[in-house]
């Protein structure tokens, strides 16, 4: 089992509807939980981080995190065509280590 | 402007050569990430320092990688020999305030490296 697992994709969501991202992690004890976007070729910016389980919103990106689960989500309402990027899911172990997902792609048809 | 710099950008090279990457980190930043991203296995962390101490280099193939800081402006990758293998982008990450909770690191735009 990988320590942080996402489903690659590709997900493809219309234009204006809400994307919904998925990662789940095997550490019990990991501390923080980040989500970065990659647009093709260039560097993951981080767009989201969140310790406490719940929610977080931050304009139109809503993290959740549930600890009991092992899971955490991202949501983007109002997709955007910029928005179509690989997510890349990141979680700080108990042992201090930032583990990432391999990635999800998203696609927004306009 | 503060961002982390890598250099080259693009480096291709032949079986069996070194290779050096560069990374200068954002001014302050006490920490310092190496991966490695390929499409197969995604983003690997290779080394990771602090206070120019390495601190985790387990994802590091030892006997031909090797990770320094000799200053708190320049971390370097070296790799020797090369193998084709080792063709992948390879990304420079810094960050500050490590033993918080939340530690967000900022990316370099990354070293393409092709090993022929």
């Known amino acids: 089992q990988k320590e942080v697992e996402q489903n690659s994709g590709p997900l493809s969501v219309p234009e204006g509807a809400i994307a919904s991202l998925n990662c789940t992690y095997s550490?019990?004890?990991?501390?923080?939980f980040f989500w970065y976007r990659q647009y093709s070729g260039k560097s993951p910016e981080l767009i989201m981080f969140i310790y406490s389980n719940g929610d977080k919103e931050d304009g139109r990106f809503t993290a959740q995190l549930n600890k009991a689960s092992q899971y955490v989500s991202l949501l983007i309402r109002d997709s955007q065509p910029s928005d179509s990027a690989t997510y890349l899911c990141a979680v700080k172990s108990s042992a201090s280590k930032i583990i990432f997902g391999s990635g999800t792609r998203l696609s927004i048809r306009p | 402007d503060a961002r982390v710099t890598q250099t080259p950008r693009h480096k291709v090279t032949e079986m069996g050569q070194e290779v050096t990457m560069r990374c200068q980190p954002i001014l302050g930043h006490n920490t310092v990430f190496w991966y490695r991203q390929t499409m197969m296995q995604g983003l690997e962390l290779l080394a990771y320092f602090r206070n120019r101490a390495p601190l985790d280099d387990s994802g590091m193939p030892k006997d031909r990688f090797s990770a320094e800081m000799p200053d708190a402006t320049l971390a370097t990758l070296k790799i020797q020999p090369s193998e084709p293998r080792d063709s992948a982008v390879y990304f420079c990450?810094?960050?500050?305030?490590?033993?918080?909770?939340?530690?967000?690191?900022?990316f370099g735009p990354g070293t393409r490296l092709t090993v022929l």
């Open positions: 990450a810094s960050g500050s305030l490590p033993d918080r909770v939340y530690n967000e690191q900022f």
């Open positions: 550490d019990r004890g990991s501390q923080s």
